[in-house]
């Protein structure tokens, strides 16, 4: 249904406001304009209290919806991939080296860090060496050892030195052995390992929990000194575009399934009710100095991003009627009519 025609008062009012608000929108009186609205909301940030402006609730369903609910659209891996080839070949990386990246003092700080947790080291240390993969690793390199060398003392000096270089050596001489011989020798071998290997991985053990920590430091450090002179390209090469795509679809797949585990979700309501709990009562004045967000900063970025943009809709003609949209309704409303009608005394 067509809006009956404006009030010829109220068309002349909207001109005039629509002109108003372009003016103020323009050249020298935008940055003026942002200024006085930042202001004004700094002005009334003392006044406010977080909890009064907004609830957890209404954070955390805000966080479900992105982090929970939000599947990224295909055209999302694309970008992803055009970047990722983008980055792999930039020549950036045959300029910079690790030490570029990574000073000195940042990297002895997170070793010594490291080397300070020697709870976490000595669980690891025990998780890796009472695995069954360890002990099966640790098995069959003592076996394969010892095997070898009983196998080469029965195969005589004389094969011995008959046979270069040592893998086809032993390869040789053990293809010689009687097979009841190899197997006698096999069986008794893989006896004794299982008997003492417990004994062996408990002595690996005591032996890497009782490392020497600042020779382990200085040893780290030389190998550090050597990774930090190389370009990056230098191991740029490990990696291909191809890879850092495919890690980063395997990445988003598991962030697929674990942010819907319940896990999750309570270290994010738990997260959202302490920030709450510290600054539920703070004054937006204070969160903001809390978290460094100054006046300076506001208007900065207010400054950086709207007059490009408002000068974009400008030359394109879509400031006016945006402007004027927002507005006219207002005009056409009865209010606005019974007060343009009112007879004035």
């Not at 190389?230 to 797949?253: K, N």
């Not at 967000?293 to 003609?317: G, N, W, Y």
Request: glycine share 4%.
């Amino acid at each position: 249904m067509n809006q009956q025609a404006l009030h010829p008062k109220a068309q002349a009012l909207l001109d005039a406001q629509v002109a108003y608000i372009v003016q103020q929108m323009s050249g020298v009186e935008l940055a003026n304009t942002l200024a006085q609205e930042i202001d004004v909301i700094l002005a009334n940030a003392p006044l406010l209290t977080l909890n009064e402006c907004v609830t957890p609730h209404m954070i955390k369903e805000t966080v479900y919806h992105y982090a929970i609910e939000l599947d990224l659209g295909a055209g999302v891996f694309d970008i992803i991939g055009d970047i990722a080839r983008t980055l792999h070949g930039h020549h950036i990386h045959q300029q910079t080296t690790l030490n570029d990246i990574v000073p000195d003092k940042h990297a002895q700080q997170v070793l010594d860090k490291i080397l300070e947790l020697k709870t976490v080291r000595d669980y690891i240390v025990q998780q890796v060496i009472m695995n069954p993969v360890y002990a099966a690793l640790a098995s069959d390199v003592m076996y394969y050892g010892l095997r070898d060398y009983l196998l080469s003392q029965l195969g005589g000096q004389k094969s011995r030195q008959r046979l270069t270089p040592l893998v086809s050596w032993g390869k040789s001489l053990v293809e010689r052995v009687p097979p009841d011989i190899e197997q006698m020798v096999e069986l008794n071998l893989r006896h004794y390992i299982q008997k003492s290997l417990s004994h062996v991985l408990s002595e690996s053990q005591s032996f890497l929990a009782h490392i020497d920590i600042q020779k382990l430091r200085d040893n780290l450090l030389d190998i550090w000194d050597d990774l930090k002179q190389h370009p990056i390209s230098t191991y740029q090469q490990l990696l291909t575009s191809m890879d850092i795509e495919e890690l980063f679809v395997l990445s988003y797949e598991f962030w697929r399934d674990f942010r819907q585990s319940d896990y999750f979700k309570v270290l994010i309501d738990s997260a959202i009710d302490a920030f709450f709990n510290r600054y539920g009562e703070a004054t937006l004045e204070e969160l903001l100095d809390e978290v460094g967000i100054s006046r300076e900063m506001l208007v900065a970025d207010a400054l950086r991003f709207a007059p490009p943009i408002i000068a974009m809709l400008q030359q394109k003609s879509l400031l006016e009627p945006f402007i004027r949209q927002h507005l006219e309704p207002f005009y056409h409303s009865p209010a606005v009519w019974a007060i343009l009608d009112a007879k004035t005394d």
